[in-house]
Structures are given as C-alpha cells and as structure tokens.
C-alpha cells in the first residue's frame, strides 16, 4: 500500500492557461474524492467518484473545471481558463465504499498558483 | 454558510498536558465526524471518528466526545507531546446518498511546547 499520490505537486500557470492534475488512489479503494483549500480554510468537497461513475459535483465546480476517472483507477482533474480564483491547493482522497468506514485516505495535494 | 465551525484557530499547550480541540456544528444530517491531522506541504492524516449513536470513541492518546443535543464535538489528546503539533481539522458526514462526502471545519493549529 504506497497510499495516495498526486502529481504534480506544483503547478505554476499563467491565467488562461488550462491545467491538469492527477491522482492515483490507493489501489482496493473504489472511491475517490476531491477537495479544493485555501488558505486559512478546511478542504471543501468538489466531486466524487465511485469506480468510473461521477456521483455529485459541488456547486463550487464551475464549467471550467472537469473529472474523469476512466476504468475507475486514476483520476484527473482539468481546470479550463485558469483564473487567480483557482489558486488553491487541490487534494484527492480514496476509501472504500460499503464497509462502513467513513475515513478518507488524502494524497499530498497540488498546489496551484496562476499568476 | 459554515456548517462545521472549529472556533478556536490556535491552541498552545504545554507537553505532557492535555490539548482539547473544539468542534461545532448545525446540520442535523451529519452522522459521522472525524478529525484529521495536517502537517505542512502534507495531505490531512485521518486521526479518529465516532458514529453519532455514541458519545464517545478512544483510540490511545487520543479521545473524541460527541454531544449531540448540542451538535459539539471535541478531541482530547493525553499526553500532548510537541510531535502532536500540527493543524487539526474536525470534518462531518451525512448518511444515505451523500455518504462520504466530508464538510470540514476551518482548522485549529496546535502548538506543542517542550
């Protein structure tokens, strides 16, 4: 079990540019989380996925940003247009559904700056 | 609107003492609350939950207390050691459809002193 990994850990764009981020849950766990956090605040829920099937995007989760989870493995996060808005440290999280834990498993994060 | 609220944005504490973390909220739905541990440039590190059917849930030092009638939770560490310093987050769950999904508080950054 090498837990959950993102990559990259960083990422620098320039508004406008498009981005993507990546996340590799923990191998058994068929669902998978996203977050966003700003500074000073707790990670709030974008959307979530159990095995391929995207079950709930929040509010917060403008056109611009899309997910995929194919063949409900790895997941990716694209966000369109960058704006200074979406500076935020983005993070996956992973558990499995239908055991009765509630508890998610988090990856690093990436943090993203547009400038 | 905030439904977790962690009141308190920092706590320090001398080693060998107790730290209580506070945690407030007011969705009714929420059955099921964590709370998680973050060290800087990390992801947060799940520490300890408990079901809204108890009141309380220990796990070595570490010892969370739910009263539901006041929608408050609060995390004792004992003994506090200055490894334990860290942002601590309280998050909640609600049951049925959203399963899963954690509403988390803003945090409260623990400081341990030698």
Redesign the interface.
């Known amino acids: 079990d090498t837990g959950?990994s993102q990559n990259p850990r960083h990422k620098i764009t320039k508004r406008g540019q498009n981005v993507t981020f990546r996340c590799d849950p923990i191998s058994e766990h068929n669902?998978l989380?996203w977050?966003r956090q700003t500074l000073?605040?707790?990670?709030?829920?974008l959307t979530?996925f159990q095995n391929e099937a995207q079950l709930?995007k929040s509010r917060l989760l403008s056109d611009r940003f899309s997910a995929e989870r194919p063949k409900g493995s790895f997941s990716t996060l694209e966000i369109q247009r960058t704006e200074q808005g979406d500076s935020a440290m983005y993070?996956c999280?992973s558990?499995t559904?239908g055991t009765g834990a509630?508890?998610?498993?988090?990856?690093?994060?990436t943090r993203l700056t547009v400038t | 609107d905030q439904q977790?609220k962690q009141n308190s944005p920092s706590l320090s504490v001398q080693e060998g003492r107790i730290s209580i973390l506070n945690c407030d909220y007011t969705n009714s739905m929420f059955d099921?609350f964590?709370w998680?541990k973050k060290y800087p440039?990390?992801?947060?590190?799940?520490l300890i939950?408990i079901s809204s059917i108890k009141d309380k849930n220990e796990d070595g030092r570490f010892t969370v207390f739910l009263n539901k009638s006041a929608k408050h939770l609060s995390l004792h560490i004992v003994p506090s050691q200055p490894g334990d310093s860290a942002v601590y987050?309280c998050?909640a769950?609600e049951g049925g459809t959203?399963?899963?999904?954690?509403?988390?508080?803003?945090?409260t950054i623990l400081t341990v002193h030698p």
């Not at chain 1, 000073?40 to 829920?45: I, R, S």
């Not at chain 2, 440039?41 to 799940?46: D, I, L, S």
């Not at chain 2, 959203?98 to 945090?107: A, E, I, V, W």
């Open positions: 959950v669902r989380y977050y000073g605040q707790g990670p709030e829920f979530y709930e993070l999280a558990t559904f509630y508890e998610q498993y988090f990856g690093p994060g | 977790v099921y964590l998680y440039a990390e992801g947060p590190t799940f939950s987050f998050a769950s959203s399963y899963g999904k954690l509403t988390f508080g803003q945090g």
